[in-house]
């Protein structure tokens, strides 16, 4: 991260830890607070966040990998550490889909969760382990700051077939839109949301299809690029955009170029309910940190488990 967004990143961290501070601590959904382990853990946060700086210091992708781990934990089940847990011979997990083959980083939750185990055994979830380093990595990327509320269990279910309602790259602005919707999400939580991909890549399988034909939403120089980097095959990858170890707001640029990589990004600017928040965000970097970190808190709470609905995993790749 360069000097100039390492210090920009940092005023505006105390603009929105503020407005957290000025928010309160508790929120709607009984039981999650902000200082949910001040009393049973009170280094917690900091264990999780040594262990997130660490990883991402020996390897910078990690910190889209970590983000995107948050969603499709939240998505499947709600936010319960599900998509951590491993298949066994009588149970096909979350993990194993193919929507979630790809991703990565539950080396930095199992080393978070052991070190948390040796300070605080049983007691610090393993869904919150993930939003808290999905937390920490946006900011160690250059992302806004902020605070979540604490307390989610973790689920006992992780079903491969629960997979089937992650939106895919092929989805048009309509089914993203009704996809979110379901989840309690508006039309422009969902954009704000998906400028998440201003970190991180994608694999030529989930973008060639657009490649096939003549794409009116494409850039006919950028898909020479797409075109190149498919060359390679289908796990070749293609940045989202040019800083793609940066959380910033060229993502929404590039849509603008016509330059998004998957499909269901570029639609965003072509659906007339969306395009706006396309454009506001590509103007103004500072709105669009601010609302995605009110959305990401927001993402934090779906169909959280509470008190017996839930556990609090010793070992998160499998159930107590």
Partial sequence: MSLAKLVMAKLLSVFLFMEVIASGFRFGVD?????????????????????????????????????????????????????????????????????????????????????????????????????????????????????????????????????????????????????FGQRGFTAQEMVVLSGAHTIGVARCSSFKSRLTGVDPTLDSDFAKTLSKTCSAGDNAEQPFDATRNDFDNLYFNALIRKAGVLFSDQTLLTNAKTRAAVNGYAMNQAMFFLDFQQAMVKMGMVDVKEGGKGEVRHNCRKIN
């Fill in 31 to 179: 039981g999650l607070r902000m200082d949910y382990y001040i009393m049973t853990c009170p280094f917690g946060e900091q264990i999780v966040k040594n262990a997130v700086d660490r990883a991402l210091d020996d390897d910078p992708t990690l910190a889209a990998a970590l983000v995107r781990m948050h969603f499709h934990d939240c998505f499947i089940e709600g936010c319960d550490g599900s998509v951590l847990i491993d298949s066994t011979q009588d149970n096909k997990a979350e993990k194993d889909s193919p929507g979630n083959l790809s991703l990565r980083g539950y080396e930095v939750i199992d080393d978070a969760k052991n070190q948390l185990e040796e300070q605080c055994p049983g007691v610090v979830s393993c869904a919150d382990i993930i939003a808290m380093a999905a937390r920490d990595a946006i900011f160690w990327a250059g992302g806004p700051i902020y605070d979540i509320p604490k307390g989610r269990k973790d689920g006992r279910r992780s079903k491969i077939e629960d997979t089937i309602n992650l939106p895919f790259p092929t989805f048009n602005a309509s089914e993203l839109i009704r996809a």
